[in-house]
């Protein structure tokens, strides 16, 4: 089972950049994908990027252009590359990492890793 600890959260102005570092115990590759997700206050919370071992990745539309996940199999730790914030990437930011399970050849349900989160404040 992996353990997630994410960092690299904090206080940037708008069109700023920051980089977030999700630390994993063991290896991240044990696990069929990593995602980043987001919650801002009164809102579900969202995937914004994934990545999957094979090393496909996905993004939200909101954050399309802007944000890139990459993963470190040396530092065994996932990244997400923020530039071009705006006020509204104001959200705490959560790495998961998923073990799928998988009957007939298709994905039935998961197993979820969370770590604690770590905020991020993009002010205007």
């Known amino acids: 089972q992996v353990q997630l600890v994410e960092s690299g959260g904090g206080l940037v102005q708008a069109g700023g950049s920051l980089r977030l570092s999700c630390a994993a115990s063991g290896s991240i590759f044990d696990m069929n994908a990593i995602g980043w997700y987001r919650q801002a206050p009164g809102k579900q919370r969202e995937l914004v990027a994934s990545i999957v071992s094979g090393g496909t990745t996905n993004y939200a539309d909101s954050v399309k252009g802007r944000f890139t996940i990459s993963r470190d199999n040396a530092r065994n730790t996932v990244y997400l590359q923020m530039n071009s914030l705006k006020p509204e990437d104001t959200a705490v930011y959560y790495c998961?990492?998923?073990?799928?399970?998988?009957?007939?050849?298709?994905?039935?349900?998961?197993?979820?890793?969370w770590g604690q989160g770590t905020q991020v404040t993009v002010s205007p």
């Open positions: 998961n990492a998923q073990r799928w399970i998988i009957k007939g050849g298709t994905v039935v349900a998961s197993t979820s890793h």
